[in-house]
């Protein structure tokens, strides 16, 4: 309502304006040659021929030259000028002029504007959260406020799960450290500091994410993933002692029901198997194996439980099928985020991630 | 709401355009109506200026609801790199467009109150339908003010390369030139309309072509400069067609220059001012839409964009063809003005409107045949720089060859032998200083000293006519210095702006003849000679700047004449965009600069490096900032002039 009422006002004034200036003022209709500014024009020339002279820059016989053209021009102008001639019409004109002008102005306005969007500038939109925003949005809208504040360590924990779920695996390392900086480390810290290093070095967990694993897992005896991944990697190695004792550690921490629970008694399975260097129950297990594939190629899983069937699959040495699998993972669950445990998985056991 | 206040302005300037064009073409005979026509530029100024304040305000707190805002501003730039933002994208630069469009209208409005009201009427409202035209064509296919709801938290950024200071100067400059001499296309206009030219009509237009002259040689530098700087080619001029779309309405701009004197001062030339008044602003508005309508990156662009391509091929025929049109039917009408021998001033001046013209031909050929071959046969050829040096170089010789003379010959009817004698003094001049240079450069055989002999002869022909008209070492010299002073300031700045010639022509000639150029790779603390300069590269930094972070190369250059300086040549990357740029190093030492540009770094820790010495290039530049200052020093001197004629009786006297 304040828009329309400006907007009128603002056409008002400029209508009246208009209309003023082209029926308001009087002008002397009959003024003829005497001060037309051509006739003025003319006057100055001569006036600067005579000063020209005076002042030597012209010879006398360049001036009477000169004066001659100057004659003979306002002989031609004399000869051309008429009075000009005005009706009493001209108000109506300006009047008609004016107000088509401000009809014009509402109408293309109406058919292009949005009168009713209010501005948003940025200092406006960081305090009041839009309800539908982005994920790009709002990480923009932390990093902003982590550049102008990089003391906050609330914003680098938020940040830091959000570029995990982007793929962006170095930032969230680098948010995480950011945040182990400030406030000292924590099994938790580690343990996701170590799985985004893990993530951005292409699943390795060699180096860096295994000592962090490793100190996550001493700060806190009962912490899960830290000893999930230590065990994990055990196998990768085939260190198959350190992963059944992590694997027997990890299913005494269970309380039953954790989605992990399935994955660790299999992992229990393959070391006690690779400690005794033949696979019992062969058969067994294929079938098994056989039978959840086929469950989550027909009704679909939980992605721990595709993760389970690629492990499965790699552990009776099927390449071939576990990269079947695998290309099925990753289309039933195609956020890089949600699947961080197989990729890690696949990558180290050397399947392919193709699009 | 200030956005949509802005864009309601907007509108309601093209309805006041649009009627005042409409009513100012019906009733230009009735003249009480030119108040109506001088308010309504007025205000058309007044609320086009404030749709641009408004979008600035935009941009300034980072309002993305604005869709224009969102897709060529970031919060993190600069603050001066969000106001520029503004015109660094399509619909942005057409707004500029308008609004200097509409400061020029505004300003006839109001210094043309002594104008005969018939032809002050029929100029603003030719003047307000390009408005409306332009306006127009903002509002319906290249809308600034489109908006996005709700506003994404972040905007995407501005081109960094267009992250620079340049940005702010050039296109205000060059649109300051481009849009002016429309103008002196509403001033041919009203006076084809309307049937009356005389030398008053031509003093009422030439301040409108100085002006615009001034800002379009000031705007072409500039962006010559930038480019130079920036794009870190090393290069002043690329014949790109870009560049020849500025420099076409230049070369007819000039020429509109020296033929609006003739007008002026002897009442002569009327037809062909009028043809060159509205050629110019033609090739202005060529010069914008090649630019714009993005037919230049390539013909295709044009048919994907079928509204914008449509609607300006709409406007050039409406503009371009109305006006010749009108030219055709009414020219014969014009009377004809003074006549005069062919050895005169006047004579001197169409030679020099004949070389121009013929110069704006061939650039136009260069620039379009590639493009019509494309969009007709489907052919690509690329017409570059050999064509444009040769065709170019051999129209503008004869005519810098010329040009001393020209302000030696009387009006009407000049003695050529007599100019030559008293020219013979700067011919051995220039000729000693080129000899002089071929010496020191070693006497290698080439075009160069030739090129160098024809600037030294422009520029010190030009300082000849202030000397031989302050009669120097004719009387003595207090007499000659007083009268030097009191030389009218248009005896100065044609002088000025003839010796800026000269000394561009020095300055590309050097340029481009004695420039030393030297890729290599370097480590930290190896070093180059390059023109006697050691330059040590001392290492690289990391750099965080405000919204890019940057690997600074550190050099320290030791000059021959001793001194080190210290100079960083950085490649950047802006954060919201992830586009590299680099940013030359530039020292100049003299009217020479040394020019270090960072390549790619390579794998085994090296660094590319580009060194260039340039000697002598700033003076391309600086010539043009002395024609420039020659215009401006040129309209401050508002006394009338005339131009005396030498009588037939005098010149027998002489004899």
Redesign the interface.
Same mark, same amino acid.
């Given at each position: 309502m304040?828009?329309w009422s400006?907007?009128f006002v603002? %056409?008002a004034v400029?209508c009246a304006?208009?209309y003023y /200036? !082209?029926?308001?003022?009087r002008?002397n209709?009959t003024a003829a040659v005497v001060d037309?500014?051509?006739l003025?024009?003319?006057k100055?020339?001569l006036?600067?021929?005579e000063s020209?002279l005076a002042l030597g820059r012209?010879?006398a016989?360049?001036? %009477?030259?000169?004066k001659g053209?100057l004659a003979r021009?306002l002989m031609r &102008?004399k000869a051309t000028t008429k009075a000009?001639t005005?009706?009493g019409a001209?108000r109506g004109?300006?009047a008609v002029?004016a107000v088509? %002008?401000?009809v &014009?102005?509402f109408g293309?306005?109406g058919a292009? !504007? @949005?009168?009713d969007?209010?501005?948003?500038?940025?200092?406006e939109?960081q305090d009041v959260p839009?309800p539908?925003?982005t994920l790009?949005? /709002?990480i /923009? @809208?932390i990093e902003?406020q982590l550049?102008a504040k990089p003391e906050d360590l609330r914003g680098w924990t938020v940040i830091a799960p959000a570029y995990m779920q982007m793929g962006r695996f170095a930032d969230a390392a680098n948010a995480l450290r950011k945040a182990i900086e400030l406030d000292g480390p924590t099994a938790d810290r580690e343990t996701d500091l170590g799985e985004a290093l893990m993530m951005a070095n292409s699943g390795s967990a060699a180096g860096e994410p295994l000592a962090l694993f490793r100190s996550a897992s001493n700060r806190d005896v009962t912490h899960v993933r830290s000893r999930y991944y230590l065990a994990s990697e055990a196998m990768r190695e085939g260190d198959f002692a350190t992963a059944k004792a992590g694997w027997q550690g990890l299913l005494k921490l269970s309380k039953g029901g954790e989605t992990w629970l399935a994955n660790a008694e299999a992992g229990l399975a393959a070391a006690e198997a690779g400690l005794g260097g033949d696979m019992p129950a062969n058969a067994d297990i294929a079938a098994m194996v056989e039978g959840l594939s086929s469950r989550l190629n027909q009704s679909g899983g939980t992605i721990d439980e595709w993760t389970r069937l690629v492990r499965s699959r790699l552990v009776l040495g099927q390449t071939e099928l576990a990269q079947t699998a695998y290309d099925a993972a990753r289309k039933a669950y195609p956020a890089a985020g949600d699947r961080a445990e197989l990729d890690v998985l696949a990558a180290d056991n050397g399947l392919v991630a193709s699009n | 709401?200030?956005?949509?206040?802005g864009?309601?302005?907007l #509108?309601?300037a093209? =309805?006041?355009s649009?009627? $005042?064009a409409? #009513?100012g073409l019906i009733?230009w +005979?009735?003249?009480?109506?030119a108040?109506?026509l *001088? *308010?309504?530029a007025v205000?058309q100024f007044v609320?086009v200026a404030a749709s641009f304040a408004a979008l600035i305000q =935009?941009f300034v #707190? $980072?309002?993305?609801?604005l869709k224009l805002a969102y897709e060529h501003a970031n919060?993190?730039q600069p603050l001066i790199f969000k106001i520029t933002a503004v015109w660094g994208n399509h619909e942005g630069s057409m707004l500029l467009w308008v609004l200097i469009l509409v400061i020029m209208g505004a300003a006839v409005a109001a210094f043309g109150r002594?104008?005969? +009201?018939?032809l002050l009427t029929l100029v603003l409202a030719v003047q307000s339908l390009i408005a409306a035209a332009f306006t127009g064509f903002t509002?319906?296919t290249s809308?600034p003010?489109l908006?996005l $709801?709700?506003?994404?938290?972040?905007g995407q950024d501005l081109n960094p390369i267009l992250q620079d200071i340049g940005l702010a100067i050039h296109p205000p400059l060059l649109y300051l030139g481009y849009v002016g001499f429309s103008v002196c296309f509403s001033f041919a206009m009203a006076a084809l309309i309307s049937g009356r030219i005389?030398? =008053?009509w031509a003093?009422w237009v030439r301040p409108w072509t100085l002006l615009s002259w001034c800002f379009l040689t000031l705007g072409i530098a500039m962006g010559s400069y930038w480019a130079y700087y920036e794009l870190g080619w090393g290069g002043w001029w690329f014949w790109d067609p870009v560049e020849n779309a500025s420099f076409m309405p230049w070369l007819a701009g000039t020429a509109l220059l020296h033929s609006a004197l003739v007008m002026e001062k002897r009442?002569a030339l009327k037809i062909w001012t009028i043809f060159l008044a509205i050629i110019t602003f033609s090739l202005s508005l060529l010069g914008t839409f090649m630019v714009r309508s993005g037919i230049l990156t390539s013909v295709h662009t044009f048919a994907s964009d079928p509204t914008r391509g449509m609607v300006i091929l709409a406007l050039l025929a409406l503009f371009i063809g109305g006006a010749f049109s009108l030219f055709a039917f009414r020219a014969s009408t014009l009377r004809v003005g003074?006549l005069f021998a062919p050895i005169s001033r006047e004579g001197a001046l169409i030679l020099n409107n004949l070389f121009l013209a013929t110069a704006t031909v061939a650039v136009l050929v260069g620039t379009l045949y590639p493009l019509l071959l494309d969009a007709l046969v489907g052919e690509t050829i690329s017409v570059g720089e050999p064509f444009f040096n040769l065709t170019f170089g051999v129209i503008m010789a004869p005519l810098l060859i010329v040009l001393p003379f020209g302000p030696f010959l009387a009006w009407k009817r000049g003695d050529l032998i007599a100019v030559t004698q008293r020219l013979a003094g700067a011919a051995g001049l220039a000729l000693f200083a080129a000899v002089l240079c071929f010496a020191l450069t070693g006497g290698e055989v080439s075009l160069a000293p030739l090129g160098l002999l024809l600037g030294f002869w422009v520029a010190f022909g030009a300082l000849a006519e202030l000397v031989d008209r302050a009669k120097f070492f004719r009387t003595d010299v207090v007499t000659s210095f007083k009268r030097l002073f009191g030389l009218p300031r248009t005896a100065w700045s044609t002088a000025i702006a003839h010796f800026g010639i000269g000394v561009t022509v020095i300055g590309v000639v050097a340029a481009s003849a004695w420039q030393q150029e030297l890729v290599t790779t370097m480590v930290p603390g190896e070093g180059v000679v390059i023109a006697e300069h050691q330059v040590t590269f001392d290492g690289m930094e990391h750099v965080e700047g405000p919204n890019f972070v940057s690997d600074t190369g550190r050099f320290a250059i030791r000059a021959p004449g001793g001194g080190v300086r210290t100079a960083l040549a950085e490649r950047r990357v802006y954060n919201a965009s992830g586009q590299p740029t680099t940013e030359a190093a530039i020292e100049t030492y003299g009217f020479s600069q040394l020019y270090v540009q960072l390549g790619e770094p390579q794998a085994d820790g090296k660094s590319v490096v580009r060194l260039w010495y340039k000697p002598y290039v700033t003076l391309i530049w600086l010539g043009c900032l002395m024609m420039a200052g020659a215009g401006f020093l040129s309209l401050s001197y508002r006394?009338?002039?005339?131009g005396?004629?030498?009588?037939a009786? =005098?010149r027998a006297?002489a004899e």
């Open positions: 304040i828009f400006l907007a603002v %056409t400029a304006a208009l /200036a !082209g029926a308001g003022r002008v209709a037309s500014p051509e003025a024009h003319l100055l020339q006036k600067e021929i020209d012209l010879g016989a360049e001036a %009477t030259a000169a053209e021009e &102008l000009a005005d009706s001209r004109i300006v002029a088509i %002008t401000a &014009l102005a293309v306005y292009l !504007g @949005r009168p969007l209010p501005a948003q500038p940025l200092a939109r839009p539908e925003m790009d949005d /709002a /923009a @809208r902003a550049k | 709401m200030s956005i949509e206040l864009h309601f302005a #509108v309601l093209f =309805a006041i649009t009627i $005042s409409i #009513v009733f +005979k009735r003249e009480v109506l108040g109506y *001088q *308010q309504g205000l609320l =935009a #707190v $980072s309002d993305f609801s919060s993190a002594n104008l005969p +009201k018939d509002l319906f809308n003010f908006r $709801s709700p506003a994404p938290f972040e005389d030398a =008053a003093r009442n003074g006394r009338l002039r005339v005396a004629p030498r009588p009786s =005098a006297a």
